[in-house]
């Protein structure tokens, strides 16, 4: 999951905790509220009873018809609200009740007046509203008609409206949340396709766009930045060499930890009958940087190839070079025979080489050669990692065989500054598709800082062709900081 998706969450997951506690804090008012809605809805049925059978009441009171007053209370406690209804008598005894009622419901319970009463009572465990109604008879004596609600429906009822509370303040929330984002999200995506046809406008030695949505104070710094990189020129990309490089390093970063990371080596040891001798290969990366890690030292991870590599390292396989004066560290790693081809004749030489320079000769795309090429670059970059003793290394990572490494790397040295150099043509978006893991390869090469490639491309040529390959939108915002430039070797 990317960290645009995280943050979603992230947020979602505040709104919802934030719902949660409103609905907390809300919570007793709502309660009190439905509480006090139920007991006056209780209190209008009870009062709409009592004047329905009142005369009823009256009749069997003078006729003295206990059993048939029990039977018209029965009725009324079929009410599905209502639990028990009775008739006390002036003196305070149960003359006629509904089967219901509770055995421990005692007249002197209730509020005796001259008017209407409503009294809560705790009854079998079970909170009861009691009404009572006076009846005058004949006599002037006052009795009381008595009907008994249960209030447990008020809890459920209370329940009911908590939860559609918390729904609908959770919908709220998720709704603005949503529509929070997304507006945020295209105001953002606007401001910064604005900022990125300024730079390019500035870039190009112009000023801005009338109508541009940078104002003149971003432009500034714009432009001080720009000229105080070393890494841009006016049109994106510089002239390289050895003494450029060694310019850069030495300039630009004084005491940086310098790492080059190549499948060729710097110095192999060879068996010679009885002896072990040192040579040094003739390759134009080796004339180029070597003479660069003499001045700023540093580790140079390498493929030991050579008979006697083995004998020559320590424990850590690592030896100081040249053996003369040596200066810098070189690390070996070891790739077996199978591994080699599959990683370096198969993918390398047979699927990338022709792939890049459009030969007439079709790649071989193999997966066995692809899973050899993922190992042997990751064991590369753990090397990197190992050696590393600093978060923040300059990496030179060499040539199309370890075009995974920069994102193996970055993803453990996010700080690292990591320059890639790709020493063969680039090719277009067209042929480079053919290519089974073409989003592999482009993220390996956009998560570094610098991109050399031996025929100059613009950088966008390479965001673009990760479009036109289908590329995840946002899967390369993870590594900070991704390419910022190309170079041109």
């Given at each position: ?8 969450f ?18 007793p ?10 007991r ?39 009410d ?29 319970k ?20 009691v009404?009572?109604?006076p ?11 008595v ?73 500034r710094?714009l ?6 990189s ?64 003499r ?60 792939l ?9 795309l ?6 050899l090429?993922?190992?042997i670059?990751?064991?590369?970059a ?7 003793r ?11 065989h ?47 800082t ?34 910022s ?5």
């Amino acid at each position: 999951m990317s960290i645009r998706y995280r943050d979603f969450f992230k947020y979602v997951g505040v709104a919802l905790a934030a719902t949660v506690v409103l609905a907390m804090l809300l919570a007793p008012y709502a309660q009190r509220i439905v509480e006090q809605w139920s007991r006056a809805d209780v209190e209008a049925r009870s009062r709409l009873v009592f004047h329905a059978i009142e005369p009823l009441i009256d009749r069997a009171i003078e006729e003295q018809t206990w059993s048939g007053l029990s039977a018209l209370f029965e009725r009324v406690a079929l009410d599905k609200r209502i639990l028990a209804a009775g008739y006390c008598d002036s003196s305070g005894v149960l003359i006629a009740a509904s089967p219901e009622m509770p055995g421990s419901f005692s007249c002197e319970k209730i509020a005796r007046g001259e008017a209407e009463s409503f009294a809560n009572v705790r009854v079998e465990a079970r909170q009861i509203l009691v009404a009572a109604f006076p009846i005058v008879t004949k006599t002037g004596k006052r009795s009381y008609f008595v009907i008994l609600t249960d209030l447990s429906f008020a809890a459920a009822r209370s329940a009911q409206v908590m939860a559609f509370l918390l729904s609908a303040l959770a919908g709220a929330a998720l709704v603005l949340l949503v529509v929070g984002g997304l507006f945020a999200a295209l105001m953002l995506r606007s401001w910064t396709n604005s900022l990125r046809r300024a730079v390019e406008e500035i870039r190009d030695g112009g000023g801005l766009r009338p109508r541009s949505a940078v104002t003149p104070a971003i432009e500034r710094d714009l432009r001080r930045l720009l000229r105080e990189s070393d890494l841009l020129s006016v049109s994106g990309q510089v002239d390289w060499n050895p003494r450029s490089l060694r310019d850069l390093l030495n300039g630009a970063l004084p005491g940086a930890e310098v790492m080059v990371v190549s499948n060729r080596e710097p110095y192999i040891h060879n068996k010679s009958g009885d002896k072990i001798v040192l040579q040094s290969p003739a390759s134009g990366l080796v004339s180029a940087l070597e003479p660069v890690m003499r001045a700023c030292g540093g580790t140079w991870i390498a493929h030991g190839s050579g008979s006697a590599d083995r004998e020559m390292v320590d424990a850590s396989d690592r030896v100081r070079v040249p053996e003369s004066s040596p200066a810098y560290t070189l690390r070996r790693i070891w790739i077996s025979e199978e591994e080699q081809d599959g990683y370096y004749y198969g993918f390398a030489n047979e699927a990338l080489w022709p792939l890049c320079h459009i030969v007439f000769v079709r790649p071989t795309l193999r997966n066995s050669d692809w899973e050899l090429y993922k190992r042997i670059n990751q064991r590369f970059a753990d090397a990197v990692i190992a050696e590393a003793r600093t978060e923040d290394p300059v990496v030179l990572v060499q040539d199309y065989h370890l075009a995974l490494v920069p994102a193996m790397v970055r993803e453990k040295l996010p700080k690292a500054t990591i320059a890639t150099f790709w020493h063969i043509p680039w090719p277009n978006a067209e042929t480079f598709g053919i290519c089974p893991w073409k989003e592999e390869i482009i993220e390996g090469l956009l998560s570094s800082t610098i991109i050399g490639i031996s025929h100059a491309v613009p950088l966008q040529q390479l965001h673009r062709m990760r479009r036109s390959v289908s590329w995840r939108a946002g899967s390369i915002a993870r590594f900070r900081p991704s390419a910022s430039a190309v170079i041109s070797a």
